[in-house]
């Protein structure tokens, strides 16, 4: 059973930062990319960034550089580094993970990340 584990949520003060983390259990599967969600209150989900094996990146156009990702592929693991926090910023952020030939899409719990003015 495919499970993904974060870490790394909390709370924060605008401009501060905070590093999520993700781990990928319960899968031999060759990962294909992994990424982050998140969903504000009364907000639909949105994508916030990902990363393939291969290394490519690509963010939301909210991040305008504050949030790096990056991933360990034999760690199976990803993280998203995030920089100058503003309270807009305050969601509940999910890691996904793709595993190669498969159309389905793994998600984590999700880790709460609050920030405030």
């Known amino acids: 059973q495919v499970q993904l584990v974060e870490s790394g949520g909390g709370l924060v003060q605008a401009g501060g930062s905070l590093r999520l983390s993700c781990v990928v259990s319960?899968?031999?599967?060759?990962?294909?990319?992994m990424g982050w969600y998140r969903q504000a209150p009364g907000k639909q989900r949105e994508g916030v960034a990902t990363?393939?094996?291969?290394?490519?990146?690509t963010y939301a156009d909210f991040v305008d550089g504050r949030f790096t990702i990056s991933s360990d592929n034999a760690e199976r693991s990803a993280h998203l580094t995030m920089d100058s926090l503003k309270p807009e910023d305050t969601a509940i952020y999910s890691c996904?993970?793709?595993?190669?030939?498969?159309?389905?899409?793994?998600w984590g719990q999700g880790t709460q990340v609050t920030v405030s003015p």
């Open positions: 319960g899968s031999t599967g060759s990962i294909n990319a």
């Open positions: 990363i393939t094996t291969g290394g490519s990146t």
């Open positions: 996904v993970v793709d595993f190669t030939g498969s159309d389905r899409r793994f």
